[in-house]
């Protein structure tokens, strides 16, 4: 399993990026995708995860703000970015269980203006 993830870049504070992150390989029909996220000098932290049935959770730091979904035929899982905040600058990082947890490669978005 492969993922790929894509959409980062330089965003004003209050601006939007859609983050995207492809699922290539064995992937069972049942699983969870999800975002992680690790600013500088931090630990790695849950953003949001979402079931092949769509049944999604996030943390407290983005509820209201970030909204992820899933195209389960494309094997793609996406994370709307909605009021960046300067807070939200972090390497993203895509995962997928589906009993092995897989990691996509991260990428950078940094809040700034």
């Known amino acids: 399993v492969q993922l790929q993830a894509s959409g980062g870049g330089l965003v004003q504070p209050g601006g939007s990026l859609r983050l995207s992150c492809a699922a290539s390989?064995?992937?069972?029909?049942?699983?969870?995708m999800g975002w992680f996220r690790q600013a500088p000098g931090k630990q790695r932290e849950y953003v949001a995860n979402?079931?092949?049935?769509?049944?999604?959770r996030y943390s407290d730091s983005v509820k209201g703000r970030f909204t992820i979904s899933r195209d389960n035929a494309k094997k793609t899982v996406y994370l709307q970015m909605n009021r960046l905040k300067p807070v939200d600058t972090a390497v993203y990082y895509c995962?997928?269980?589906?009993?092995?947890?897989?990691w996509g490669q991260g990428t950078l978005v940094t809040v700034s203006s």
């Open positions: 390989g064995s992937i069972f029909n049942f699983n969870v």
């Open positions: 979402i079931t092949s049935a769509s049944n999604s």
């Open positions: 995962n997928l269980r589906q009993g092995t947890t897989y």
